[in-house]
C-alpha cells in the first residue's frame, strides 16, 4: 500500500510539473487583432490563446473563469494596452503581479494622444507601428516562453513584416487617389488617428467623444460635430462594423447634408468570411471602403 502511494504521489508530481510546464509555454492574448497577429508570428512554436471572441468590443469585453486561469498560467501575455482593454485589465494586472510576463504592445510603439492628452490606443489602424509591434512580440516571445525555436520564429516574423510592407504600399496607393481636400474622417469614436497621421487625412471628430465605446454624446457634443461636418462637407461618416451605427446617423441627418454612413472594421476582426477574419484582410477592407465614400461625387 505504502508503495503504490508513493507511485501515485510521483505521478501526481510530474503531473503537476507538466502542466506547469505546459501553462508557461503558453502565449495569452487580449484582443482578436494582436491574436491573429501573434499566431502568425509563432506558427506552431507554442499554443496561443486569444481571449477576445470576433466582433467583440475590446473596451467592454470580459473573460470567463477558466480564461482567467489560462492568464494566470500563461507563459506571457501581450495586450494592446493604453486603457484599451477595460473589461480585464485587472486580470493582466493581477497575472503581472503573481510574476507572469506581459507585453503592453501600444505603450512601445511610439503612441499618439487624443486631443483631451489621453493615450490612443488604436495603434494598429498604422501598419507601420503594426510592423514595429511585431518585432517586438517575436523578441518577447524567443525571450520569455520555453521550447520554441527561435530562428522559426524570427522568420515567420520576417516574412510578417513583408506583407505588413506590402500592405502599407498598397494603403498609400489607394488613399493617394483621394483629393487632398476629401481626406477628412468622421468617426462613431475615435479610432483612426493613426491611420489619419500615417496617410495624410484630418480627423474632423467623433459621434462619441474620447477613446471608448462606453462613453456617450451630449446634445452639444452631437451639435458642434455636426456644424463641424456641415462646415467640412464630408460625404461620409464611418461607423464600426460591430456597434450600432445610430448615433452616426443622428449625426448624419443633424448635419442637414446627404452623408453616408459607412461601415468600417476598426477595433475587431470578424468571424471568417465576413470581410475581416484577419488583421490584413481588415486593413485592406477597411483601405478600400474608405477609398471608395470618400471619393463618392
Known amino acids: 500500500m505504502r508503495r503504490l502511494a508513493m507511485i501515485v504521489a510521483v505521478l501526481l508530481v510530474a503531473a503537476g510539473c507538466t502542466a506547469a510546464g505546459e501553462g508557461r509555454a503558453s502565449v495569452v492574448v487580449t484582443t482578436n487583432i494582436l491574436g491573429d497577429i501573434t499566431r502568425t508570428i509563432v506558427g506552431d512554436q507554442a499554443e496561443v490563446t486569444v481571449l477576445m471572441k470576433p ?68 495603434f494598429w489602424t498604422d501598419p507601420g507601428r503594426v510592423r514595429d509591434a511585431v518585432s517586438l512580440i517575436a523578441e518577447q516571445i524567443t525571450a520569455q516562453v520555453p521550447g520554441v525555436d527561435a530562428a522559426a520564429i524570427r522568420a515567420n516574423a520576417d516574412r510578417y513584416r ?35 497621421q500615417r496617410f495624410g487625412f484630418e480627423v474632423i471628430g467623433a459621434v462619441i467623444p474620447g477613446g471608448t465605446t462606453l462613453a456617450s454624446p451630449s446634445a452639444a457634443d452631437l451639435k458642434s460635430l455636426a456644424d463641424a461636418v456641415r462646415a467640412a462637407g464630408v460625404p461620409a461618416i464611418f461607423a464600426d462594423s460591430s456597434q450600432p451605427d445610430r448615433l452616426a446617423r443622428v449625426l448624419a441627418d443633424q448635419a442637414g447634408l446627404h452623408v453616408v454612413v459607412t461601415p468600417l472594421f476598426s477595433e475587431s476582426l470578424s468571424e471568417p468570411g465576413q470581410g475581416a477574419a484577419t488583421y490584413l484582410e481588415m486593413m485592406r477592407a477597411n483601405t478600400e471602403s474608405i477609398a471608395t465614400s470618400l471619393n463618392r461625387p
Open 55 to 122: 466582433n467583440a468590443d475590446p473596451h467592454s469585453f470580459g473573460i470567463s473563469a477558466q480564461q482567467a486561469a489560462a492568464v494566470e498560467r500563461a507563459g506571457l501575455i501581450v495586450y494592446n494596452g493604453l486603457g484599451l482593454e477595460e473589461g480585464m485589465l485587472r486580470n493582466v494586472s493581477a497575472a503581472e503581479e503573481s510574476g507572469v510576463p506581459t507585453l503592453a504592445v501600444g505603450e512601445r510603439v511610439n503612441p499618439i494622444s487624443y486631443a483631451a492628452g489621453r493615450p490612443d490606443p488604436h
Open 162 to 196: 513583408g506583407e505588413i510592407d506590402s500592405l502599407d504600399t498598397t494603403m498609400s496607393t489607394r488613399f493617394a487617389e483621394i483629393p487632398p481636400e476629401r481626406r477628412k474622417l468622421v468617426t462613431n469614436h475615435h479610432v483612426f488617428g493613426y491611420l489619419a
